[in-house]
């Protein structure tokens, strides 16, 4: 089983539209990640979830709503979206992520289209 | 505030050397990654830094200089199938990765 999987790989939805994007981790980790990446710019932090718990949301926009209902499955509920949302949204996972030495393994992305 | 800096884009010709560089400014300092992305996959660990000097994996080695902000990553013997971004990332002192916009590298036959 590949480490990180995220489905959709592939979103379009309208701006009144609600969609989740689901990742899941198959490594035991026990931290999970919501990235997004825009053409020609840095990943974006958006959530981080450590043993289940929400660390860190780097104001992130309330259409954008995270669930971790366990270790590994972490979801992104999308409402409401414009159009300057789209962009990949990746998943990763690591372990203990207040240890400097663990890298993130992340998912193959979900590529999202806001029309 | 924090801020990776690496080049947009580089080309380089197949079984030669090129070396993709970045700089950094943030607070604090946990660690330099260095990650592939190949176009449509996900980025792939290819090395970590923490100390000064160089680590060397195969025919790629990362290079890191904590007084001077700045690492290197070195790839040696080029094929096609390095063709991709290089994403250099910092964890700062809260250990939250902070990423640069990554390097585009081309390779020519």
């Known amino acids: 089983e590949t480490g990180v999987t995220q489905t959709p790989r592939h979103l379009v939805m309208g701006m009144t539209n609600k969609k989740s994007l689901k990742c899941e981790q198959h490594l035991g980790h026990n931290a999970m990640y919501w990235y997004k ?9 958006m959530f981080v979830y450590n043993f289940k718990e929400q660390t860190e949301n780097n ?14 499955h972490l979801f992104l509920h999308l409402h409401t979206l414009q159009p300057e949302d789209s962009a990949l949204y990746l998943c990763a996972s690591s372990q203990d992520p207040g240890d400097s030495a663990y890298e993130q393994y992340f998912g ?3 590529r999202l289209t806001v029309t | ?12 010709t ?29 980025p792939t660990f290819l090395s970590y830094n923490v100390l000064d000097g ?6 790629f080695s990362s290079f890191l ?3 001077k902000g700045y690492s290197y990553l070195l790839l040696k013997e080029l094929q096609m ?12 002192s809260n250990y939250q990765l902070i990423w640069g916009a990554g390097t585009k590298l081309i390779i020519k036959p």
């Open chain 1, 37 to 45: 990446q825009s053409a020609k710019k840095p990943l974006e932090l």
């Open chain 1, 59 to 72: 104001s992130v926009p309330s259409r954008f709503s995270p669930e971790c209902p366990n270790s590994s």
């Open chain 1, 108 to 110: 193959p992305g979900t």
């Open chain 2, 1 to 12: 505030g924090q801020n990776i800096d690496q080049p947009t884009e580089m080309t380089a």
């Open chain 2, 14 to 42: 197949e079984g030669a050397i090129v070396q993709i560089n970045c700089t950094y400014q943030t607070s604090g300092f946990n660690g330099l990654f260095w990650y592939q992305q190949h176009a449509g996959e996900a």
């Open chain 2, 54 to 59: 160089l680590e060397e994996k195969g025919r």
């Open chain 2, 65 to 67: 200089s904590r007084s």
């Open chain 2, 81 to 92: 199938k390095d063709s991709a971004s290089y994403l250099c990332a910092v964890k700062d």
